[in-house]
């Protein structure tokens, strides 16, 4: 099998898996990077969503062999003690129901404010799309996007 | 207000103490059953015994109180309330509080969980009473200490003071209190003074979710482990046949394949390897039972609701006579699909069976059902059974069931291996226990401009409507009225989804409330005021809801919509309900966007009785009542020979943010003993949004969902 060097959080880890592997479960099962959820598999729900590069991409659709020599970041590694203004936003407007969706969420709106700090409604609405919440917690999550983006411009 | 209540409850049998070795005091109680007699406290924090006991207070010689639960959250907010409840009546500061999820343990298993996470509603008296009981406890203490009256003593924020202006706190006797009597009958705070409950209190699991700490059933692992992936029979209604496994064994990690009654298993040392093998395995199917499509349900559904034989449920007075002497009568067939419950964290459980314990971990609503399930599915005792539940990703009825944790425990008894299942999303929304289709056909008659008769019939899959349900609005408030159920058994799985009957049977009542008024020239308003006011004149016993307190939502329903007074282009729809002990009143503003209906604003008006915590009760109230909308205006499900037409979120429609209002919720200020939140603001919502469509386009929407009837576009949008 072949090995593959992956900087994740900053830091190098080597991992063996078949080429095809999704990075989300060489996160998830080899890694222990469980933070990065699977709802899909199919890029269609942004549970996996993680950072690639400081772009926020599916990790479900991602190929291992595809992420060697970038910049991968984790829920687990957006800040360090879950002080990064969207993670104090969600806790602010108190944002989780079950919870499970959350990690993704937050990953997407941190990437999208990195590019667009002073987003409108409308913005906002097309930026958060991709992520379903099944406990639909969406009037939520769009009031913590807007209060983390009065915390960053 | 509520006075100050003192009600029998030997609290003996439902709580104990004990001093810990470390300092402190334990209590630990049992809300809902009597404590077994023999049970024994531990003295040690680690040898907390959850078979015996539901939680566990301990407060420290500091004055900390840790509160520990074995229950962990389903996203109803339930992990913050059970606590903040417990705290008002100890009388402490909530910064002063803790809240520990026991943690997992793998090696004692000490945690044979013996039941669920109740609802607030049933454990609300008796989590008071703990609370209460054991501040009764502490002041006894001081007390004694004092060699003064208890009842001359005062707490406030965990300080015990007495009428010389002594002070102590409770860690300082919590020595003391550990090996006194425990008090009966204990004074309940009057609601007035809460301090805690009330509350905008958050999460208490907060900073673990937004730093993606492991918490859910499909984060947790054991050395050893191995991933499972099941191959289940594609149809309903088939068997398998023979399979070649030669694919999914040459698949790198793949370890094992095994049959097991229908199914196959692949097992890997990843999820992406037992997932690739499992896609390389070839399976012959037989159809043994009728291969039954979406077409066959309606047609079949209609039959029954059209034909003789039901079973009446109630019968007030002679619907036959009203409706043959009405001037006129409105009859409409409401029509509703099959919908999975697709909670965000897939179907997933671990599974390790050796010969002296059954270890099983994971999400379940119904543990020690399931427990026993296992135990009897394995041939084993039930003591042998260790069940930990983790955090759930989402339940919404569908982790009621255990077929998951059945599967797990047979693969790992079959293979001697510690195993986890993993669904993928396919074999999640593929092999569901499906909200199952309904018709229902509504029938009123009118006579001198008066509802004389109600009749309502119900043909659903499998199972009926429950019990209370025909007591429910309009029951009561129709001198004719009847409701009549009858089935059609089929072999798709199907079972309870989030408020399970009401969710579909409010939208068609309160759909057809709307025609009616229209039909009878009445407002819609006054129509339902009006027939409350005949239940209050004439009540009923066998009514399940309040006229006032529906009448109550209804008002404020009109005041906080603004009802009537929208602008241009804003069209409004209303819907009123009771149901799981909750009174809900709702107004849904829309508008057309280039002939699609878009809804933009909904008016929510609850009376759950008190509102323990705002902010989660806000969350679940929002989350409901969008849910709804998705639900009814978007997802559709269907079959075609007994293959589910959908199998991902490509093909299935769940709600996104661009599709959803903002909700304003308003919740009636009220000291009645608070009722259930995760389900009663759904049910309402899809006549709240139908009635508004009607205004908008003069389309009446009697089938969901309502996108697929409206003759617009049915792309699903990803
Ligand atoms: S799991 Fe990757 S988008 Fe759903
Ligand atoms: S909080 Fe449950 S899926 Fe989003």
Redesign the pocket.
């Known amino acids: 099998m072949p090995t593959f060097n992956l900087k994740i959080n900053n830091e190098t880890h080597t991992v063996e898996a078949d080429m095809d592997t999704p990075l989300l479960w060489v996160l998830r099962d080899q890694l222990n990077f469980v933070g990065t959820k699977f709802g899909c598999g199919i890029g269609q729900c942004g549970a996996c969503t993680i950072h690639i590069d400081g772009n926020a991409m599916r990790s479900c659709l991602l190929q291992v062999s595809q992420a060697e020599g970038m910049n991968i970041t984790t829920i687990e590694g957006l800040s360090k003690d879950g002080d990064h203004p969207v993670q104090q936003a969600w806790k602010e407007v108190d944002v989780?129901?079950?919870?499970?969706?959350?990690a993704g969420?937050i990953m997407t709106a941190s990437a999208f404010l990195k590019n667009n700090p002073n987003p409108n409604e409308t913005e906002i609405r097309n930026a958060m799309h991709g992520n379903?919440?099944?406990?639909a917690?969406y009037n939520s999550i769009e009031e913590a996007v807007k209060v983390a983006a009065k915390k960053i411009s | 207000m509520t006075p100050s209540k003192k009600i029998a409850f030997s609290r003996r049998s439902f709580l104990k103490t004990s001093a810990l070795a470390g300092g402190g005091i334990l209590i630990g109680f049992n809300v809902l059953n009597a404590c077994n007699p023999k049970a024994e406290m531990p003295i040690d924090i680690s040898k907390l015994n959850f078979n015996d006991f539901n939680a566990f207070i301990k407060i420290s010689d500091e004055g900390k109180i840790t509160i520990f639960s074995p229950n962990p959250e389903i996203?109803q907010g339930v992990k913050t309330s059970m606590p903040m409840i417990i705290a008002e009546e100890l009388d402490v500061a909530w910064k002063d509080v803790y809240v520990v999820q026991a943690p997992l343990d793998t090696k004692n298993y000490t945690r044979q969980v013996a039941g669920g996470s109740q609802s607030i509603r049933k454990g609300w008296e008796a989590l008071r009473q703990t609370g209460a009981t054991a501040k009764q406890l502490l002041v006894n203490a001081a007390a004694a200490k004092w060699g003064v009256d208890a009842s001359e003593c005062n707490v406030k924020e965990g300080i015990i003071t007495n009428a010389k202006g002594d002070k102590l706190g409770y860690g300082d006797v919590v020595k003391e209190a550990a090996l006194l009597e425990i008090p009966e009958n204990v004074s309940l705070k009057d609601t007035k003074d809460f301090t805690i409950i009330g509350e905008q209190i958050g999460n208490v699991d907060i900073d673990k979710i937004i730093t993606g700490k492991p918490l859910f059933g499909l984060d947790y692992k054991e050395e050893g482990m191995l991933y499972a992936s099941v191959l289940r029979p594609p149809a309903f209604g088939q068997v398998l046949e023979s399979f070649d496994d030669s694919g999914a064994k040459s698949v790198s990690g793949v370890s094992q394949v095994l049959k097991f009654g229908n199914k196959i298993a692949v097992l890997a040392n990843s999820t992406w390897a037992a997932m690739k093998g499992k896609k390389a395995l070839k399976a012959n199917w037989k159809q043994e039972s009728q291969a039954e499509s979406t077409a066959f349900h309606d047609t079949k559904l209609l039959e029954i609701l059209n034909g003789k034989t039901f079973d009446t449920r109630r019968k007030d007075g002679d619907v036959k006579e009203a409706f043959a002497k009405a001037d006129k009568v409105l009859e409409r067939i409401y029509e509703s699909p099959f919908l999975p419950h697709n909670c965000?964290e897939p179907m997933n459980f671990f599974a390790n069976v050796k010969d002296e314990k059954i270890h099983l971990v994971g999400p379940i609503q119904t543990p020690a059902g399931t427990a026993k399930r296992v135990a009897r599915h394995l041939k084993r005792e039930e003591n042998e059974v260790f069940l930990e539940m983790t955090r759930m990703?989402?339940g919404f009825g569908r982790r009621l069931y255990g077929d998951f944790v059945l599967e797990a425990a047979e693969i790992s008894s079959l293979s001697k291996k510690p195993v986890k299942v993993v669904f993928s999303r396919e074999d999640d929304m593929t092999a569901g226990t499906y909200r199952p289709a309904i018709k229902y056909k509504i029938a009123a008659s009118i006579k001198d401009g008066k509802l004389t008769g109600y009749h309502l019939k119900e043909a659903a899959v499998n199972n009926n409507m429950y019990g209370l349900i025909p007591n429910f609005f309009p029951a009561g408030a129709v001198e004719n009225y009847q409701v009549d159920t009858t089935n059609y058994k089929s072999n798709i799985t199907t079972g309870a989804w989030r408020a399970p009957y009401t969710n579909f049977l409010a939208s068609a009542e309160q759909s057809f409330f709307d025609e009616l008024a229209e039909l009878m020239g009445v407002d819609r308003i006054k129509l339902h005021m009006d027939l409350l006011e005949q239940v209050k004149t004439n009540p009923n016993p066998k009514v399940e809801y309040s006229p006032d307190r529906l009448q109550n939502v209804i008002k404020l329903a009109v005041e906080k919509s603004n009802w009537g007074k929208s602008e241009k282009g804003v069209y409004q729809g209303f819907s009123v309900y009771y149901c799981h002990n909750t009174h809900v009143a709702e107004v849904a503003d829309i508008t057309m966007e280039n002939g699609i209906p878009s809804v933009k604003k909904v008016t929510c008006i609850v009376d759950c009785g008190i509102v323990v915590n705002p902010l989660g009760a806000t969350n679940q109230v929002k989350g409901g009542v969008i849910d709804g909308i998705g639900h009814t205006m978007y997802s559709d499900f269907s079959f075609n020979n007994g293959v589910p037409e959908s199998n991902n979120f490509n093909s299935y429609q769940l709600i996104r943010m661009g599709q959803t209002p903002k909700v304003d919720v308003h919740f009636v200020e009220s000291d009645i003993d608070p009722t259930g939140l995760g389900e009663p603001t759904l049910p309402p919502i899809g006549a709240a949004v139908a009635n508004a469509i009607y205004k908008a386009t003069g389309k009446r929407l009697t089938k969901q969902p309502y996108m697929s009837n409206l003759n617009v576009d049915k792309k699903v949008m990803g």
Request: aromatic share 6%.
């Open positions: 989780p129901q079950c919870g499970y969706c959350q969420q379903i919440c099944r406990c917690a | 996203g965000m990703g989402g």
